[in-house]
């Protein structure tokens, strides 16, 4: 059944970052670790540095999958919007191009997710 709208409608997007009390949104997808089906998603100052992004946020997100342990960071390969990246652990996430819903992916060489299944 066809639909035919009566009037313009105006959509205005809810998670824009002025409604984030100023925090934006971060993604984060751990490649071949599907056990997380889904990227993570935090609302993250943009001032935190990227070294405590690590330690505070991402190492405790990561702590059920068996792989966890093994993690690690300074060996890891990034990705940031789809482009390599190479982040500064001493720079804040915006200082390090990190902005409102950015994609990071995280690949780590060797971890290859459960039993190596990639899950």
Same mark, same amino acid.
Request: aromatic share 10%; glycine share 6%; proline share 10%.
């Given at each position: ?41 935090? /609302?993250? /100052? ?19 999958? /068996? ?19 190479? /982040? ?32």
């Amino acid at each position: 059944m066809p639909v035919t709208a009566i009037g313009p409608y105006e959509a205005i997007a809810l998670d824009r970052q002025e409604n984030f009390n100023g925090l934006q949104l971060v993604y984060l997808c751990w490649e071949r670790h599907l056990m997380f089906c889904a990227p993570f998603t935090w /609302p993250l /100052p943009p001032q935190m540095l990227f070294a405590d992004f690590l330690t505070q946020v991402l190492r405790p997100a990561l702590v059920a999958h /068996p792989d966890a342990a093994q993690v690690d960071f300074t060996t890891a390969h990034w990705r940031l919007n789809d482009r390599p990246f190479v /982040p500064d652990p001493a720079l804040s996430l915006a200082a390090n191009g990190i902005d409102h819903k950015s994609l990071l992916h995280l690949d780590t060489p060797g971890l290859n997710g459960i039993a190596g299944t990639g899950n």
